[in-house]
């Protein structure tokens, strides 16, 4: 069903950046080990008491979803395999803007684009964890805020289609703050570490969304040394530019970590999980104006992590 294609394909476009092109044999060799999650940072997480979702990402579908909740602040545990073909998935949550039915929204993402269509720009993406095929995990976790409306879940990689969802009630307005040790802010374009540091283990992140435009952060381990204007050089070459400084080799890239497109204005936390070294942050989501990724327009930050003491 073209449909089902095509909107489940909105996700992978926009993840698409020139990372998805590389050849999954290439991200197979950047693979690190396989991490074990400190029960005891998570557990400051589910000591919360925050409602919780869990949702387990098949070939074909998303299963899990309840029809409906209630609004609120939701400890979300995906599980799932990422194939050969995957390069990452989470759960798209996309609140149908107003105006719009389920059926608007299945035929405008039907329609030929080259880019996200333009609904996904107004649109509410509450954001949230990922599975990278690249790390060998098979679940994640995050906290994502879901307020009320009409929604859909679909899952950031093809082969996911959108179920829909209603949430009720208002937000409860004592929303607790869940525990971090680092902050990324995102924005027009920008993808800066605004508070704590990322450590050697496993880390709670909090990733705020202070611009306009979706945004998303993968987190990809780099060769040590390598600096602002190297990444510069890389993405200029995978624009077909001509690079001022020495690029990096595509395969030097190891991913580490990504999150799935958040809206601007949204706020969400996640783990991950990193080993000491060198690492360069990007976001890939297609400008609005020029279909750029986002990374090719600056979005993309250098940062150390220390071995842990
Ligand atoms: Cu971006």
Redesign the pocket.
Known sequence: MNTRTRVTAIPALLAAGAFAALPSMLRGAAAHGQATPEAASVAAWADLGLPELELTFTVEAVEGMPESIEAGRYLVTIHGEPTDEDYAFGPMFLQIPEGMTFDDLMAQASEDSDGPPAFYYESLVAGGPSILASTGETSAVGIVDLPSGEWIVAGSSLSHPPIPFTVTDEMPDDLPEPASNATFT?G??V?ALTEGELVAGENLVKVENA?V????VEVSKVPDGTTLENIEATIAGFMGGTPEAEPIAETDFAGFATTVDQAGGTTIWVTMDLEAGTYAAL???P?RETGM???AMG?YTVFTVEAAG
């Open positions: 995102l027009e374009m993808i611009g435009q979706p945004h998303f976001c890939f989501f400008d990724p986002h990374a979005m």
